[in-house]
């Protein structure tokens, strides 16, 4: 093969770790391809979806003003549902949405497409609608990829290929993934007019809400977001896939009567449903990581990295996604030595504290082992909420005592001792 | 009332596929299936694509998401192969 056929890089996958890698590639000289197996860069992608703007400002000043970003997040919220009622907190903020806004709503597929622009314009190209069956692999490392019969060969390539990361298992790297470390989310994308999203959510045009749910799932470990984009509004479901499958019945089915929960549903009206997708998500932060991130000639970022973070309040991905691409990218522009990129990237991504912030919230998954969050307690509250709001002209009962049995009927002073002790033990 | 309940079948109606005839890319062996207890593919597929027929597991990839949930918690390997299909095939998401 002519040494003109070969690239700097080969960069799977133009999600937001792929073009972040190759835009800084590119940007800084680098011959770079990027393969992407979807007809477009986002149409394979679903997510909840909201990205923190810190990781785009990493990647290059102002880089956000040119992206076709949603609604500037000003509004977080959480939902305690019971039966038919619901007790939701509202944060409002408008300092999230002054300066470089911390959060904006996204759509993957506009997100996306715009980000695999950006890269072809400085320079790298991005070929869509290939997907890549197999790694190339010469005296231990890996050369190059195929795709049907067609080889392509690169100094570096960089898996960028999702959750799912099926290079990551060719390479070696790691075995597949495991239910236990994964959520399965689904989701309903239901159009509605910019005007009544800002209304119903008390927000300016531009501006938006989200919303974290729980107590919408049967008691399997999970929750729901809710996220207001421009013209429409993301609503879906993450479960825990193992607690899932030991029940009766299907998520699909659980996520419908969320929808139309009488707390949601007023939200949503009026509305048309016009995409379903569901995904998988890495759940378990810190310790889903998997030890080899590399090897000579092949790098893993973002999502097949399983690189999140959830917190319940908090969920992360996208940003972390884009951060693992600059550091891969920044490690390939330094390495001098094929053999030192690997270690290259895994200080990098200690110098842009992707694994600080990995590590600061590691055991905070053991929260959602705590099976009365999504069940028990959310009712409890509810059911206190219904207490203290209920006038109906007979003689009041003595509040504490009454308060008191609220709590006994969802939980025992023993479970909410365990239960406590394990959410201290977590944070 | 707009806003409906939806059924499996309006679900995926609502998004866009191509559907690579006589090549699924998803191989599932009902042998398999046929001993396994457990059939977490029944309520976890997001898009439904396994379902009991005749007592069976009977798998259509004609719909599927593409997310991996099945092959992640098939737990007899049931699921003997999990590709992406090919290039240009499967579903193509537009507002997600």
């Known amino acids: 093969m002519a040494e003109e056929d070969k690239f700097d890089a080969i960069v799977v996958g133009a999600g937001p770790a792929g073009s972040a890698c190759a835009y800084i590639l590119a940007k800084e000289g680098k011959n770079v391809l990027v393969l992407e197996r979807g007809n477009s860069a986002g149409s394979k992608n679903v997510s909840g979806g909201r990205l923190y703007t810190y990781a785009l400002e990493l990647l290059e000043r102002d880089m956000y003003k040119r992206a076709p970003l949603q609604r500037k997040i000003v509004r977080e919220q959480i939902m305690l549902l019971g039966d038919r009622g619901a007790t939701t907190i509202d944060y409002f903020n408008p300092a999230f949405g002054e300066?470089?806004?911390?959060?904006?709503?996204?759509?993957?597929?506009?997100?996306?497409?715009?980000?695999?622009?950006?890269?072809?314009?400085?320079?790298?190209?991005?070929?869509?609608?290939?997907?890549?069956?197999?790694?190339?692999?010469?005296?231990?490392?890996?050369?190059?990829?195929?795709?049907?019969?067609?080889?392509?060969?690169?100094?570096?390539?960089?898996?960028?290929?999702?959750?799912?990361?099926?290079?990551?298992?060719?390479?070696?790297?790691?075995?597949?993934?495991?239910?236990?470390?994964?959520?399965?989310?689904?989701?309903?994308?239901?159009?509605?007019?910019?005007?009544?999203?800002?209304?119903?959510?008390?927000?300016?045009?531009?501006?938006?809400?989200?919303?974290?749910?729980?107590?919408?799932?049967?008691?399997?470990?999970?929750?729901?977001?809710?996220?207001?984009?421009?013209?429409?509004?993301?609503?879906?479901?993450?479960?825990?896939?193992?607690?899932?499958?030991?029940?009766?019945?299907?998520?699909?089915?659980?996520?419908?009567?969320?929808?139309?929960?009488?707390?949601?549903?007023?939200?949503?009206?009026?509305?048309?449903?016009?995409?379903?997708?569901?995904?998988?998500?890495?759940?378990?932060?810190?310790?889903?990581?998997?030890?080899?991130?590399?090897?000579?000639?092949?790098?893993?970022?973002?999502?097949?990295?399983?690189?999140g973070i959830n917190t319940g309040l908090i969920i992360r991905g996208m940003d972390l996604a884009i951060v693992s691409g600059l550091a891969a990218a920044r490690a390939i522009l330094k390495s001098t030595a094929q053999a030192d990129t690997g270690a290259l990237y895994m200080q990098q991504l200690e110098e842009l504290l992707l694994l600080a912030n990995e590590r600061a919230y590691q055991n905070f998954h053991n929260i959602f082992d705590i099976s009365r969050i999504f069940g028990g307690y959310p009712k409890l509250a509810n059911d206190a909420m219904q207490f203290l709001f209920t006038v109906d002209g007979h003689t009041p009962k003595p509040m504490l005592k009454e308060l008191l049995g609220v709590v006994k009927k969802h939980a025992s002073y023993g479970q909410l001792a365990a239960d406590g002790w394990k959410a201290y033990r977590s944070l | 009332m707009t806003i409906k309940k939806l059924g499996p079948e309006e679900l995926l109606s609502l998004d866009k596929f191509s559907v690579d005839e006589g090549h699924p890319h998803i191989l599932v062996d009902k042998a398999i299936c046929a001993t396994c207890k457990a059939r977490p593919c029944l309520i976890v597929c997001p898009a439904r694509c396994y379902r009991l027929k005749d007592d069976q597991v009977n798998f259509e990839y004609a719909g599927c998401l593409e997310c991996g949930t099945c092959r992640v918690v098939c737990m007899d390997k049931g699921v003997t192969s999990w590709n992406y299909p090919r290039a240009t095939f499967g579903v193509t998401f537009r507002c997600s």
């Open chain 1, 99 to 307: 300066e470089v806004p911390q959060s904006y709503s996204v759509v993957r597929a506009e997100l996306d497409e715009w980000f695999a622009g950006e890269v072809e314009t400085q320079g790298a190209t991005v070929a869509s609608g290939i997907l890549v069956d197999e790694l190339i692999e010469e005296n231990g490392k890996i050369v190059g990829i195929r795709s049907g019969t067609d080889e392509m060969r690169a100094d570096i390539v960089v898996a960028a290929d999702g959750v799912n990361s099926l290079l990551g298992q060719k390479a070696g790297l790691f075995p597949d993934v495991r239910a236990h470390a994964v959520g399965v989310g689904v989701k309903e994308t239901i159009e509605l007019p910019d005007s009544l999203i800002s209304s119903r959510f008390a927000l300016q045009d531009n501006e938006g809400a989200a919303r974290v749910a729980i107590g919408c799932t049967d008691g399997i470990s999970g929750g729901a977001f809710l996220y207001t984009n421009r013209g429409s509004i993301s609503l879906g479901i993450v479960f825990n896939p193992e607690q899932a499958a030991k029940q009766p019945r299907h998520i699909q089915d659980i996520f419908q009567d969320f929808k139309m929960h009488p707390a949601i549903q007023p939200l949503i009206e009026g509305g048309t449903s016009v995409e379903y997708g569901a995904h998988i998500v890495p759940e378990i932060g810190f310790h889903g990581i998997p030890k080899r991130l590399h090897r000579e000639g092949f790098l893993v970022v973002g999502d097949a990295a399983q690189l």
